[in-house]
């Protein structure tokens, strides 16, 4: 049986995520915590988080989450979904405020001079809803899952990795942006895969199953 450990830092909906969890993962304890003793017990961590990069960093800090997740980005196989990829960067321009710097690079608002479809109309910002996920490369993550599968967006920010090793997977909107990122033992997506159907039930058994 594995533990997961879904970090509560009191921003998203944490509680669809566990759920997507479970189902692809029965027999394994799945749990939703801000204890950081719980999340140091646990084999798996997702960071996971949705709203404003300020307001996700200090209630981090707040509920005294910064070094669980530190230590668990180090040393266990670790999921980061939405804010959760953006916090792990060393900073965003959505508040101007520094990152956890786990990754080298910073966190940007989509160009609103560049955010045109192809035909010339405007796109919207958040970018919202379904598009897809090109994948730079093979990866335990990716399996099963076609490249071009589309996935479920939220956001107004994406990464900017300073390596660019780091990129996991593109999209395009407006401009192309790095979508998923990738290092070690540590798998970061813009998108939601507890929103985006069997693509996304299919990563998240990917990440039970990855022994990176």
């Known amino acids: 049986m594995t533990i997961v450990a ?10 669809s995520v566990a759920k997507a969890i479970e189902h692809v993962a029965p027999g394994h304890e799945v749990f939703v915590t801000s204890d950081p003793a ?3 017990a646990a084999e798996r961590v997702v960071f ?8 996700c960093m200090r209630e981090l800090d707040g509920r005294g989450l910064r070094q669980a997740v530190l230590d668990a980005a180090a040393s266990k196989p670790f999921l980061g979904i939405c804010i959760g990829q953006q916090m792990l960067f060393e900073h965003s321009a959505e508040g101007d405020v520094p990152g956890l710097g786990i990754l080298p690079g910073d966190v940007q608002r989509f160009p609103e001079q560049k955010m045109l479809a192809a035909d010339g109309s405007r796109l919207k910002v958040p970018h919202m809803g379904w598009n897809e996920v090109w994948q730079r490369g093979p990866h335990p993550m990716w399996d099963g899952i076609p490249d071009g599968e589309r996935f479920y967006f939220v956001h107004s920010y994406f990464v900017v990795p300073a390596d660019a090793a780091l990129a996991a997977a593109d999209t395009d909107y407006g401009v192309r942006f790095t979508s998923a990122v990738a290092r070690d033992n540590i798998f970061a997506a813009q998108f939601h895969p507890e929103k985006s159907a069997a693509a996304g039930l299919r990563l998240l058994a990917n990440f039970i199953r990855w022994q990176p």
């Open 38 to 40: 719980r999340v140091a």
């Open 48 to 55: 996971p988080g949705q709203g404003a990069m300020p307001d």
């Open 6 to 15: 879904i970090i509560d830092y009191g921003m998203g909906n944490l509680r």
